[in-house]
């Protein structure tokens, strides 16, 4: 079985684990109400995507 012959330092674990951290996820603007949005998504606030409305009352 393969053990490790040395003690791997702190500085060498943490050198390898930087890669690992989460990035924040992306955000577009919104083109008709120019707030935030989650790309390829309908604007939460306005109910748009592609400058058509998709979300609002069904009545």
Do not use: F, I, W
Request: net charge positive; hydrophobic share 20%; charged share 30%.
């Amino acid at each position: 079985m393969a053990v490790p012959k040395k003690k791997t330092s702190k500085s060498k674990r943490d050198m390898r684990r930087s890669h690992d951290s989460l990035t924040p996820a992306g955000m577009s603007v919104c083109p008709q109400c120019n707030e935030l949005k989650p790309p390829h998504r309908a604007c939460p606030e306005c109910g748009t995507y592609k400058g058509k409305e998709v979300t609002g009352s069904e009545e």
